[in-house]
């Protein structure tokens, strides 16, 4: 079956630790994965994308075709990254929706 | 940029009742439209997906239904609410690189 994993419901860390959230995906053709994020009180909204291959607020993501992994890091966390993050994979060979994992909550502790 | 208006914001319904989402999308034209609902632990689950006017992919069996009567226009209702239809109900619109924009959502408790 095609999904997305996140194994993590909460992760909580101290400001300026390093923060890994997980993401685990099922799908037998070729991914393309996102990662989106919901602050609070704001819209769920895009946070990267694994083919930009782009660092935002100091998050990257790489894609592990062997691990079928696609975790979202950063080096230096900070409070204002307290938030719902969310690992998202674009089905094509069901007409190219979109389907997300269970979400992490991330807390930055001071 | 593409803009979702959803309404109404919050909805507090008693069982049986009939159910009526709306969203609408500014911005975009022939937008894949969808239809989530967010639970606490069980992250945000596909229930509908449109990528035209009157195509709708339902994706689970449950007791609601959508509809798409116009380019982007996509609506969501029940004929009778059950408790288990409580929950967080966030439209979403896909055009292009898909990347989706998402509305402010719906609150919508069954009592």
């Known amino acids: 079956a095609q999904r997305v994993t996140q194994p993590e419901k909460l992760l909580s860390v101290f400001k300026g630790a390093p923060v890994e959230l997980k993401c685990n995906y099922s799908?037998?053709?070729?991914?393309?994965l996102f990662w989106y994020v919901q602050y609070s009180r704001q819209r769920l909204q895009l946070l990267l994308r694994?083919?930009s291959r782009e660092s935002i607020k100091g998050f990257t993501a790489d894609l592990n075709k062997g691990e079928t992994s696609f975790h979202l890091k950063k080096p230096f966390a900070q409070e204002e990254d307290s938030a719902m993050y969310y690992c998202?994979?674009?089905?094509?060979?069901?007409?190219?929706?979109?389907?997300f994992g269970q979400g992490t909550e991330l807390s930055v502790k001071p | 940029s593409q803009t979702i208006h959803q309404w109404p914001a919050t909805l507090v319904q008693p069982v049986g009742s009939p159910l009526s989402l709306e969203c609408t999308v500014e911005?975009?034209?022939?937008?894949?439209l969808y239809w989530y609902r967010q639970a606490a632990g069980r992250g945000l689950q596909l229930l509908f997906y449109?990528?035209?006017?009157?195509?709708i992919s339902s994706e689970v069996p449950q007791n609601l239904s959508a509809s798409r009567p116009q380019d982007r226009q996509f609506i969501l209702s029940s004929k009778k609410l059950l408790l288990s239809d409580s929950g967080f109900y966030l439209c979403?619109?896909?055009?292009?690189?898909?990347?989706?924009?998402f509305g402010a959502g719906s609150r919508l408790t069954v009592l």
């Open positions: 979403a619109s896909g055009a292009g690189a898909n990347v989706l924009t």
């Open positions: 998202a994979l674009v089905l094509y060979n069901q007409g190219g929706k979109l389907i």
């Open positions: 694994h083919i």
């Open positions: 449109s990528v035209g006017i009157g195509q």
């Open positions: 911005g975009t034209s022939n937008p894949n």
């Open positions: 799908y037998s053709g070729s991914p393309e």
